[in-house]
């Protein structure tokens, strides 16, 4: 009786520390040249998630937004919200947006906790079949 009581609990605990687990500092690689370009930081702000960039990391080639229009043009990466208004769901975020500092985009996304240390975001224009995967790993 007490291993199934503790599994039960074991079970829930599980449950609620991975969906509190999509908030932290996540560092992003470059999918195709497997480069580490920056560390960014997924919170909690009114109800939602969003993401900063904390860090530039020495291998990346871009440090500010010069691709971006209106007041975003020129500005650093560091301390740039550019994953916002994510609805919170049990495993992540979803109907969020994300700007792309390569080409100054913003973006349709979602993120989803896949492992306790890996989160995949996915932007797309329109529907998530025309879009973009990218994993994140936790630091």
């Known amino acids: 009786m007490k291993i199934t009581i503790s599994s039960i609990l074991l079970t829930f605990i599980c449950f609620f520390q991975t969906e ?14 497997k480069v580490e370009k920056s560390i960014v930081e997924v919170f909690e702000k009114d109800s939602m998630y969003h993401g900063r960039v904390l860090k530039i990391l020495p291998t990346s080639k871009r440090t500010h937004c010069d691709a971006c229009e209106g007041d975003l043009k020129g500005k650093p990466l ?7 208004d994510l609805i919170k769901t049990p495993n992540g975020g979803k109907e969020g947006r994300i700007l792309n500092p390569a080409n100054g985009k913003t973006y349709s996304c979602y993120i989803e ?20 995967t990218m994993y994140y790993s936790r630091l």
């Open 20 to 33: 509190a687990q999509v908030t932290g500092k996540w560092k992003i690689t470059d999918e195709h040249s």
């Open 78 to 84: 560091v301390g740039m919200v550019i994953i916002y």
């Open 113 to 132: 906790l896949v492992e306790p240390n890996k989160l995949k975001l996915r932007g797309y224009l329109g529907w998530p079949a025309f879009g973009k």
